[in-house]
């Protein structure tokens, strides 16, 4: 009886072995499913957990087809050590990625190495309402340094800091192209981030501050066309927002709460 449960123990291990050897990367998916509510997934999977790729898409309102978000495919190798609560993870996308990220820590701590992503703006329109009615076009690149995340419970605590550039940003809803250079910088610490937007140049200018807390965006800001642009410029800042007076000249108000 001992031989046979020492048998039994032996298939066992074999197959789970096995099993986490060979678990298919499509099961990589509903996991980024449910903690997006949707709005992101992975598309055309293919490989392991362990090694393998896809490309990151977006559905809009978590429903409809896959839209790529990013440009290229995204290959990971994730060392096994996982396994024993040591994150070794390795990622690559030469169309999107300056060079390869890396990924180490624990279960519970991860350090994010400094990298930048470039992505075309017209990708943002498969985020859904109201981006896919601006059909925005143009450069984005968003740089950081090194980060640290640490996980408690269920909240995730980021520090670091990051810079979102936008260059050559025009809208099919604007004549005049391009619109304008904007730069974004992100300061995390913790669940909390402030955020400052200006403009660096272009007939559209944008400015304001806000801060992301507990998952939550809360922005406050303004837009306005430079001189002699604005009567060009009318309809497209009549859909960013409200109008409203500052001392001799009238704005339109960007309020995210």
């Given at each position: ?121 017209e990708r943002l329109a498969g985020l859904g309402a109201p981006l896919n009615t601006l059909a925005p076009s143009g450069q984005m690149k968003l740089s950081w340094g090194a980060l640290q ?109």
């Open positions: 009886m001992r031989q046979l449960l020492t048998w039994l123990l032996l298939a066992l291990l074999t197959v789970a072995i096995t099993v986490l050897a060979f678990c298919p990367a499509a099961w990589i998916a509903p996991v980024l499913e449910a903690q997006t509510a949707g709005r992101l997934t992975l598309g055309d999977v293919q490989g392991t957990i362990w090694r393998g790729s896809a490309f990151i898409g977006g559905a809009p309102s978590g429903k409809g087809p896959v839209t790529p978000l990013l440009p290229g495919r995204f290959d990971w190798r994730i060392s096994p050590l996982l396994l024993l609560g040591q994150v070794d993870l390795q990622l690559d996308n030469p169309s999107a990625f300056a060079r390869p990220l890396s990924i180490t820590g624990s279960w519970s701590q991860w350090q994010v190495s400094a990298d930048a992503i470039t992505l075309p703006a995340l640490t996980r408690q419970d269920r909240t995730l605590d980021v520090v670091g800091a990051m810079t979102m550039d936008l260059s050559n940003i025009a809208s099919r809803l604007s004549p005049i192209k391009p619109l304008g250079a904007y730069q974004m910088t992100i300061d995390w610490r913790g669940q909390h981030a402030s955020l400052a937007l200006k403009t660096i140049k272009g007939p559209l200018l944008l400015s304001g501050t806000g801060a992301l807390r507990n998952g939550r965006l809360q922005f406050s800001g303004k837009a306005e066309a430079e001189a002699g642009q604005q009567e060009t410029l009318a309809n497209l800042l009549n859909l960013l927002g409200q109008r409203r007076k500052e001392g001799d000249k009238t704005v339109i108000g960007l309020e995210f709460k």
